[in-house]
């Protein structure tokens, strides 16, 4: 059973550009969270998804970010016209149920806006 | 909201000392999870406490949740190089399944 895949691992992108990271959480898992995390800080809660259902962008920025998680393939974070303020590493994490449940961490995909 | 606060920011100790990082909130806690992240890693859940006053032991690692739920520790004993990294408690909430982060203890191991 593979573990929570994100990719790309590292995404260089323009000022203005898009960005697109992807995850595909574990087998079984409908539940995704994502979370940002510039150096030497915490990890800071974005959104959280369920299959074809955004349950909490709380954390999320209201202009320029959006995330999705269809019925097939991966979740999707995507940044647009990207400023350098953007340049983080994010995460995704998938868990079974969201209920009670620890959550599985990809290995992120560094960000740098340049 | 929830909102989990963590200390110490950061910890330097000798090989062989004892660690204890923090994890307070205002509000009760549904549950307590811990997560490590080694440098240049993705966070690893270690454990979950969900019960009042539980404890919790891995090998040198133990784990406390506060009798009212309020709190939480994560206690190394004889640190090891191969303790270094960040140690997060995280909230969630059984309401909303949302999974919320304190702001971690970073730990560093002298050997």
């Known amino acids: 059973n593979a573990g929570v895949m994100q990719n790309p691992r590292h995404l260089v992108r323009r000022r203005g550009q898009e960005a697109r990271l992807r995850c595909s959480p574990m087998k079984g898992h409908s539940h995704v969270y994502w979370y940002r995390q510039l150096p030497e800080e915490g990890l800071k809660f974005m959104v959280y998804l369920q299959k074809e259902n955004i349950i909490d962008e709380s954390g999320m920025p209201k202009e320029r970010f959006s995330a999705e998680f269809p019925k097939e393939g991966p979740s999707i974070l995507r940044i647009q016209q990207v400023v350098r303020g953007d340049s983080a590493a994010y995460f995704c994490?998938?868990?079974?149920?969201?209920?009670?449940?620890?959550?599985?961490f990809g290995q992120g995909t560094r960000l740098t806006v340049v | 909201g929830q909102q989990v606060m963590q200390i110490p920011q950061y910890q330097h100790v000798q090989e062989g000392e004892d660690f204890t990082t923090y994890c307070n909130s205002s509000t009760t806690l549904s549950n307590i999870q811990w997560y490590k992240q080694r440098p240049g890693g993705h966070p690893v859940f270690l454990i979950q406490?969900?019960?009042?006053?539980e404890v919790k032991k891995q090998k040198r690692l133990t784990f406390q949740f506060g009798e009212a739920k309020k709190n939480s520790s994560l206690h190394i004993t004889a640190t090891q190089t191969t303790d270094v990294g960040t140690y997060f408690c995280a909230e969630l909430s059984s309401n909303t399944g949302k999974l919320i982060f304190g702001q971690g203890t970073t730990l560093q191991v002298k050997p």
């Open positions: 994490a998938s868990s079974p149920t969201g209920m009670g449940t620890e959550a599985f």
């Open positions: 406490l969900v019960k009042s006053g």
